[in-house]
């Protein structure tokens, strides 16, 4: 039996219940959220290691229009962030739109029906609108390492944490240092009996002004809203000030390059250690991560530093670079994810018959994150150029959600089969992020980067004020996108759901 919904969202983190928030705000009731997991969070469902926390300020890191005045710190760890996601799922009615457990295996557009035929795990649906609300933070990646496939112990990645596995006494080897085994490396530094920690290239760790939220403050979060959202705001402004440096004079990064480095200075003593520590690249070019634990873990006495990259990897050991070979019981895989490649862009097929990632070449693009030509009735979240290296990702996700409302709005009301965004307009937006692109930090500070794709473009970040490209995500544009008219309908026939009004 073929399921259908007029709109099929895949994914329950932030995107999807945004998205299905905004739906049934406007009033669309025919839509569901499709979730391979058993229960909804997105990167804060599989990403669960020990230390797992944000590193944006939980006030920010929230919906604007939920806010939680009942955060235990002012950075927010990862069970209190999916629990917040679930209040959410209940308190915006979109648990009856949730089947968890169902995992979208293709997707194919039917040019002549005007549908998705979406495979899944548990049988075929159809839906008008196919949303990817998949973040890019969810499909662990792999090192490209000889002999991983030879190794008899236990092998983890940072995203598929292995919780009944005891550390305990065991030799360890934590292969990366971006910054999800800045967080594991000093929670289990101390259970094991030895932590080799492999780094390719340091990465540049400024001082972390994580606290404890102290009961007063919570109370006077419920009591005064209006408090927290000046909270909120003074978090917002001072991430956004960093836009400066990043993206527009990247010569200010030396100023808190200097800050940063004073704070390698004051935690390491050992002037050897303390060279291996300090990278070789300008503040910002790659991801920063704040910590006041990660330098002290690397000096005690069972770690140990390699500052060399994996080279190959036996049945019982592990080989750095220089041939150095260390026996070990356990690897850690703290090297990221597919964030350029896009994973679920392999299962989509637009008009041509052609996977998404194929037509892409190597390098995605999209209008605004989230619309792609060649992909009519398709959004996405979080697509190309619309990640960010300094603030929240829920703010630029609050945009894309109404940007794509809009749009699903735009096709209900008109009748129309089809929308999709005009390929001039994609491409002129495109170019203007290449031209932005071109001076920033992450282009000129010397740096290999995940940013990177695999053409060497920057497909991942978002290049200006993140308060301007809200204004154009919200501000809906007809003329950014086609709308195709729909065969004439029978008088039988009813639209699966409902709208208030276009405006």
């Not at 003074?234 to 100023?255: I, W």
Request: glycine fraction near 8%; aromatic fraction near 10%.
């Amino acid at each position: 039996m073929v399921q259908h919904a007029q709109v099929l969202i895949v994914g329950s983190g932030f995107s999807g219940i945004a998205l299905g928030r905004a739906l049934r705000a406007a009033r669309f009731t025919d839509f569901r959220i499709l979730e391979r997991g058993d229960d909804v969070g997105g990167v804060w469902c599989s990403n669960t290691y020990p230390g797992c926390r944000c590193d944006v300020p939980s006030h920010l890191y929230s919906f604007s229009f939920a806010p939680n005045p009942d955060w235990t710190s002012t950075y927010s760890p990862q069970p209190e962030i999916q629990d917040y996601l679930r209040r959410c799922l209940d308190r915006f009615g979109l648990r009856p739109h949730l089947r968890t457990g169902v995992e979208v295996e293709e997707a194919r557009w039917d040019e002549e029906r005007g549908l998705w035929h979406v495979a899944t795990s548990e049988g075929p649906w159809t839906a008008q609108v196919l949303v990817s609300a998949v973040g890019p933070l969810t499909e662990p990646k792999l090192p490209d390492a000889p002999g991983i496939d030879r190794f008899r112990g236990t092998l983890m990645h940072s995203a598929r944490w292995d919780h009944g596995h005891d550390l305990t006494g065991e030799r360890v080897a934590s292969i990366g240092t971006g910054a999800s085994a800045i967080q594991y490396v000093p929670e289990i530094a101390d259970r094991v009996g030895r932590l080799y920690v492999f780094q390719r290239s340091a990465p540049w760790i400024t001082p972390h002004d994580k606290r404890p939220v102290t009961d007063a403050e919570r109370a006077a979060f419920r009591a005064r809203p209006l408090r927290q959202r000046i909270e909120r705001g003074k978090a917002y402004a001072a991430k956004e000030v960093l836009v400066l440096g990043f993206a527009k004079r990247p010569q200010l990064m030396k100023v808190l390059q200097g800050v940063t480095r004073k704070h390698l200075e004051r935690q390491v003593a050992d002037p050897a250690l303390r060279r291996a520590l300090t990278p070789d690249f300008t503040l910002g070019c790659k991801r920063i991560v704040p910590s006041n634990a990660w330098y002290p873990a690397l000096q005690k006495p069972q770690v140990e530093l390699v500052p060399r990259a994996l080279r190959e990897i036996r049945e019982h050991s592990v080989v750095d670079a220089d041939g150095v070979e260390r026996e070990v019981d356990t690897i850690v895989f703290g090297t990221g994810f597919h964030v350029t490649d896009i994973p679920f862009a392999d299962r989509v097929y637009g008009r041509t018959g052609e996977s998404m990632n194929a037509m892409w070449a190597g390098s995605p693009r999209a209008y605004l994150g989230v619309s792609v030509p060649g992909f009519p009735n398709f959004f996405m979240f979080l697509g190309p150029n619309s990640g960010l290296g300094h603030s929240s990702m829920v703010y630029m996700i609050e945009a894309q959600a109404e940007h794509v409302k809009n749009a699903i709005r735009a096709l209900d009301v008109s009748g129309a089969a089809t929308i999709e965004v005009d390929r001039r307009v994609h491409d002129a937006y495109n170019a203007e992020l290449d031209r932005k692109l071109a001076t920033t930090v992450w282009e000129t500070g010397g740096c290999r980067t995940f940013y990177r794709d695999a053409n060497g473009r920057n497909a991942t970040l978002y290049p200006d004020w993140t308060f301007a490209f809200r204004r154009r995500a919200t501000r809906w544009k007809p003329d950014a996108y086609h709308l195709t008219p729909a065969a004439p309908r029978t008088s039988g026939e009813r639209r699966s759901a409902t709208t208030a009004d276009a405006s």
